[in-house]
């Protein structure tokens, strides 16, 4: 198994060990699709739209090239992603002729959940937990892929690449399976499943390296440019649609802006920023201090939110 090394140490390092260190990652998560193609009878690919999942596509085409990936890619669509995401999704799944799936809660849908009335902890729950268990089972894929790395959250830290999920699709963090070297335990009885993570190893630095080295296509938001914002608990939030109710209070201004990660866009925050292009992005994390999901208010409903959420059923 590759080590999982700091982007930054690799960052310093000549342009031959970080060759070798991309190699490694893209190696092993390779490796991890086709033990899940082979071993597995129903494998899914979830498919965010972010830098990771454009990433994990990349490596699933190359993993089973010249043939097209054996899965099937699944989007769980909240109703509230960037506009500029489901216009890039759907670009990228008719030039690759790729299967998508999109599946959004009907009931949530019906009863005009979202993020403003609800607030992100009962949207998140209903519009992605809840979507996402229920379109697992609606197929009854037994493995789905996920583009989530180690180092973007604790509880994602302590996950194993081969992430078990009981019939109900729970994650309980403390009966975690061993992976020793690279031999992973793929056995589940019937409606049990298993979460892959081909991209754990990686940081977001070595993702930033790998979109640079083989021109990944990503969502052009990761991009500074003005867009107009309103503060909301002192984050920048981008006004993607009319739907945003505003208040006398608030002051609409156009920043300079960009993504680090991409969600929903009412709970998604913009950094300040001028980098145009993958390079200055990656100038940019240079000097960066703050984790990459500061600007994902769904982290911070609570301590331990992520890992909550994760032993619900989400991703």
């Not at 894929?141 to 109900?168: M, V």
């Amino acid at each position: 198994m590759a080590a999982c090394h700091g982007g930054d140490a690799v960052l310093n390092a000549p342009n031959s060990d970080k060759a070798s260190h991309l190699r490694r990652l893209e190696a092993e998560a390779i490796h991890i699709m086709r033990e899940v193609a082979a071993e597995f009878s129903k494998p899914v690919m979830l498919f965010s739209v972010g830098k990771d999942s454009c990433v994990m596509l990349h490596l699933a085409r190359k993993a089973f090239y010249p043939a097209k990936p054996p899965f099937p890619l699944l989007h769980v669509d909240t109703g509230w992603k960037f506009r500029e995401m489901i216009t890039f999704r759907d670009r990228v799944v008719a030039e690759l002729g790729l299967q998508l799936l999109v599946h959004i809660n009907e009931d949530g849908l019906q009863q005009n959940v979202n993020p403003f009335t609800h607030g992100s902890n009962v949207h998140t729950h209903i519009m992605k937990t809840l979507a996402l268990r229920q379109a697992l089972d609606k197929y009854g894929f037994d493995a789905a892929f996920g583009g989530a790395r180690r180092d973007e959250d604790k509880s994602r830290a302590k996950e194993r690449i081969f992430s078990f999920r009981n019939a109900e699709h729970g994650w309980d963090p403390k009966a975690q399976r061993p992976e020793m070297w690279k031999t992973y335990n793929t056995r589940v009885a019937r409606n049990e499943s298993i979460r892959v993570f081909p991209l754990s190893n990686w940081t977001e630095l070595d993702i930033w390296h790998y979109i640079q080295r083989e021109n990944i296509p990503v969502v052009p938001l990761y991009f500074a440019a003005e867009r107009p914002v309103v503060r909301r608990d002192g984050a920048f939030i981008v006004i993607d649609d009319d739907r945003m109710p505003l208040t006398a209070s608030d002051i609409v201004e156009r920043r300079r802006v960009r993504f680090r990660t991409l969600g929903c866009y009412p709970l998604t925050a913009a950094t300040l920023s001028d980098a145009v292009n993958v390079e200055e992005i990656i100038e940019e994390m240079l000097t960066s201090r703050t984790s990459e999901r500061h600007g994902r208010m769904i982290d911070k409903d609570e301590a331990g939110a992520m890992e909550r959420k994760k032993r619900e059923g989400y991703f």
